[in-house]
């Protein structure tokens, strides 16, 4: 048997139309942004204000950037410059050295590490091995 499986699940839910609940909360914000602004400012800067906050709350609100809205993409770069970055990994520097009669290149030194030791083989062990192998 054959189960669907669910899509579109993190879709938000519509409110009026085609605005959501989070869109509504952006346009109302800075709508009364605007009003502060007005109360607080003289009329010269509430009306530079004005200018400047009621598109950028349509925009942030209402556009999409690549499938996904603008206020997410904001949010979502503040939190990327705000939060600290942790790189996990770290490349070792590896000299190649092409031309072994040249030694132009450094040797690399290595770190508080045991040196490798060469084990050899009789053909006794090789041989319990290979029967080991066979069973």
Do not use: C
Request: charged share 15%.
């Amino acid at each position: 048997m054959t189960y669907q499986v669910p899509q579109f699940i993190e879709e938000d839910i519509k409110l009026m139309g085609l605005i959501t609940f989070t869109q509504l909360w952006i346009l109302l914000s800075f709508v009364a942004l605007t009003f502060i602004s007005f109360l607080i400012f003289p009329f010269w800067f509430f009306i530079i204000a004005a200018v400047i906050l009621l598109p950028s709350g349509f925009v942030l609100a209402l556009i999409k950037v690549s499938g996904v809205y603008a206020y997410k993409l904001v949010f979502s770069a503040i939190r990327h410059l705000w939060l600290p970055k942790y790189y996990l990994w770290k490349k070792a520097k590896v000299a190649a050295n092409y031309f072994p009669e040249e030694k132009t290149t450094p040797e690399i030194q290595e770190t508080e590490s045991a040196p490798l030791q060469k084990k050899s083989i009789t053909t006794d062990v090789l041989n319990k091995l290979s029967n080991t192998l066979d069973q």
